[in-house]
């Protein structure tokens, strides 16, 4: 395998924790934008879609672990470490799901503060103004979630965290057209 070829893991992890989602959402007609946390569908007795998306989100994070450990890290130093926090975080979402009650909310907390920590530290290690509106982007769903528009917190965890897919995205695409640097 090409080294470069390893970039498709940043591109694969996000893509099969979205699917996974979006999949869990299709067969929970009980689901509701305006009243849920994306969480709500890996509940393990409230939900019959619970394997699939605990699952994706399990193998999302995996996949991006693979993506900062093979090739973003001798593209980003700072930012991977900060990347690989936010996969780990993601993976302990779906490990203690929302049966662990307050686990489960301290590890969701820190997953959206890895992820914010990723964009702010991509911004000034890249020196990326895509990374500074990806933070941007994040801090405004959460700020505005509940003061200018009211729904679940699905809404802000799904903009927050679409916002950083777009960001790890755009350096797996980068790193594999030979348009980013290696680190010196």
Known sequence: MDEKSYSFFGIAGPTV???????????????????NALSD?????????????????LLGGFLIMIYVTTIFRKYAKYTSICLGAS??????????????????FAVS????????????????EKKSYFGALVFL????????????????????????SLAVVSLVAYSAIRIYLGKDKPNK
């Open 87 to 104: 996969a780990f975080s993601l993976q302990l979402i779906a490990t203690f799901n929302e049966i662990y009650g307050s686990l489960h």
């Open 137 to 160: 982007i994040g801090l405004i769903s959460w700020i505005s979630y509940g003061k200018l528009y009211n729904a679940g917190v699905s809404v802000p965890e799904t903009i927050s």
């Open 17 to 35: 924790s979205y699917i996974s989602i979006a999949v869990s959402i299709l067969l929970s007609p009980w689901f509701s934008w305006q009243r």
């Open 41 to 57: 569908l890996g509940h393990p007795t409230r939900s019959s879609v619970s394997p699939v998306f605990n699952l994706g989100l």
């Open 109 to 124: 907390v820190l997953f959206f503060l890895n992820i914010g920590i990723f964009a702010i530290v991509y911004t000034l």
